[in-house]
């Protein structure tokens, strides 16, 4: 079969996986993320008329290839599911992060949003979604109703913040000499 049809085989294998594993690679590429998805969606765009394709060549012979009717069946099954589960089959997030015990989102100009989990095994997800996906995670402590963060990936800039449940917020500060926060309204606070 991979000989008869090389490249739909591979190209349909390849958008599966690189979707179902977007946890892992996400939020590494920044601003070229915007262009990776793109592309993926040309390349899925494409598959789909390939399937097209396909369906009408197997009907005219009237699905006597075996290997083009598996092929049929392996490109709707992988695209299919790429469109009922974009972000993959498995829930990388929950399995290896945690559940949230926290969870505060602020939504800024042209969509631009600002994420911030906190996980029940004190670790946390900042994720800062505007044309690309930049993503840090690190660990945290909570004192009363400050939150100290440490031990993250890539540089954090803010050092701690302070949840304020009669506002509703978390208010996020660079160093405890600054008056100037950054406040991200609370969705989930178990």
Known sequence: ??????????????????????????GEFGIAFLIIIILLFIIYFLLSIEFIRQLYISVKNKFSEKTRNFLLLLMFSCLVLILIKPK??????????????????????????????????????????????????GEYKISNDTIYFKNSRKSFEYKFGVIDKDENIIKLYKNKSNRNYYGIPIVVLK
Do not use: H
Request: aromatic residues 14%.
């Open 88 to 137: 993959g089959l498995i829930n990388f997030e929950k399995i290896l992060d945690g559940e949230d015990k926290v969870l505060a989102q602020a939504e800024g100009a042209a969509n631009c949003t600002t994420t911030l989990k906190l996980k029940n095994n004190e670790k946390f997800v900042y994720e800062s979604v505007c044309f690309g996906i930049d993503r840090i995670k």
């Open 1 to 26: 079969m991979l000989s008869q049809f090389p490249l739909q085989l591979t190209f349909t294998l390849v958008l599966f996986l690189t979707i179902n594993m977007s946890y892992f690679w996400e």
